[in-house]
């Protein structure tokens, strides 16, 4: 029997951390399945979900909590396999703008209205091309339910990014 694990880690950014998680890993015969992880100011933070053998799961969870003597903080969450959601269809979004306060909190605020989750959100600030003003940019892998009127939901983000003067795509995934 396996067991799945998402593992969340925050801590002062240095070579080898992801390879001292992949061999913890490997070494209670776990599996890596997915990840995301990021240096944002100088911290090193990620998310890895992984299977291994139910036995190996407590001594891997101390192998774990010994990280926190490199200053690395873990939480774990033991998790199950995650089952398809057949009633949803999966959208990405994209939104370029100029960088002001509140774009995100809009944006999510009207997908939750319509219990859209937000399945992976990537974000950044770039300098834009020409000005070098602040350019903000964001990903968002969406599950949209099923019976959701699309032509409603893009009515309301032309709305949005007519306010904040933003563009978006949105497309739906294979």
Excluded at 24 to 41: F, K, V
Excluded at 45 to 64: E, T
Excluded at 77 to 94: G, K, M, N, Q, Y
């Amino acid at each position: 029997m396996k067991t799945y694990m998402v593992i969340s880690c925050v801590g002062d950014d240095r070579p080898g951390l992801v390879e001292l998680l992949a061999k913890l890993i490997r070494q209670h015969d776990g599996n890596w399945l997915e990840s995301r992880m990021a240096n944002l100011s100088g911290k090193f933070a990620g998310i890895i979900r992984i299977s291994l053998p139910a036995s190996n799961a407590q001594a891997f969870s101390a192998a774990l909590a010994e990280l926190g003597a490199f200053g690395t903080r873990i939480a774990v969450e033991i998790t199950e396999e995650p089952a398809p959601h057949p009633e949803h269809s999966v959208f990405r979004l994209d939104v370029i703008g100029h960088d002001r306060s509140g774009i995100v909190e809009e944006i999510s605020s009207e997908l939750a209205r319509r219990h859209i989750n937000v399945m992976e959100f990537d974000s950044e600030l770039t300098n834009a091309p020409m000005s070098g003003e602040p350019l903000f940019m964001a990903e968002a892998i969406i599950q949209v339910p099923s019976n959701l009127d699309l032509d409603d939901l893009c009515e309301k983000l032309d709305q949005i990014a007519d306010s904040l003067m933003l563009e978006y795509t949105l497309e739906e995934r294979d």
